[in-house]
């Protein structure tokens, strides 16, 4: 018997390259560039794709954040940091996040809190450098990008803000719905997953391996829906192998004893030319917006010329 998957509740889908929301996704499966405020496109929804896989996997939500300083600290923890070019872009960086230079001073991040994200640049300086080349100056180069505590997250909100996310009371209420005794993503799977044969472990690798491509908090880097499909978790090819165990320390999960870990997985993802297209709407879109900043700023050298124009006159005819 054939079974069928119904997709349903486009509200807020769009097309690639017009996008209109920027308040978007369910909290639990919110992407990094939507809660930093980046301008977002496909990625995001391979990202609420892992979320849901794991949690169909282990019954539970992995990142079932109260509010959205609650959600990024849960994924850090959880998946990993989000990176540099991502919090030098963000326009919400400044809520989350303090930026300071490497002799311990704060840099200030301007009016970094609540900007459109999508007047923001997106891409890696790597990726896209031919038009969203950050400009980081020497200073944003030496910086560094400091989690902020649950006060300092408080007391950086308004009081409207305050007011909708539930009070005070409820923003400094210690948060208890925390599932899982591991706090790696690689290690709750794992610990969670019955392997009674080595075949199952090796299956539950490739779970792994497959979650933490789909869940890169790198845009970029993390692996489209088509380079996904391809992943041998769903192929069942054997187009793959285990890496030899290397003698890294064991933090974080990391591999101790020189044991290779069962998601240690060597798998290269085909390309897709999907991320060309992506790459491009994103260079189109940052020369439409480099247009329209110049025609603004054209436009009000205009009028400060009339106006300047109109006080000489004025001061003539008092003469």
Known sequence: EQQWIKLIDFGSACFEGQTTHTYI????????????????????DVWSLGCVAAE?????????????????????????????????QGSKSGKFFNRRNNNGGGINLGNNNGDDASSHSFGPPSSINAVCQSSTSSSQSRARWEFKTRQEYIAHLTEEEKRSKGGISKLEQQQTNRYFKKKRLEDIVMHHGVCNTKKDRERLGLFVHFLKGVLDPDPWKRWTAHQASMHPFLTGSSVYRIKAGS????????????????????????????????KLIVIQKTKEK???????????????????SRRRMSLNNDN
Do not use: T
């Not at 990993?80 to 919090?87: C, E, K, Q």
């Not at 999960?253 to 999907?274: E, L, Q």
């Not at 054209?298 to 300047?308: E, L, S, T």
């Open 56 to 88: 169909l996997f282990l019954g539970l939500p992995i990142l079932p954040g109260v509010h959205e300083h609650d959600q990024l600290g849960r994924m850090l923890e959880m998946i990993g940091p989000v990176p540099d070019w991502m919090l030098e």
């Open 247 to 278: 003698s890294c320390g064991g933090g974080n999960g990391g591999n101790s004893g020189g044991v290779a870990r069962p998601y240690d997985i060597h798998w290269v993802p085909p390309w897709d030319a999907s991320i060309s297209r992506r």
């Open 25 to 44: 996704q369910s909290r639990f499966y919110r992407s990094p560039e939507v809660l930093v405020g980046l301008p977002y496109d496909s990625a995001i």
């Open 290 to 308: 480099a247009a329209v900043a110049a025609q603004a700023q054209q436009q009000a050298a205009k009028q400060q010329a009339v106006i300047n």
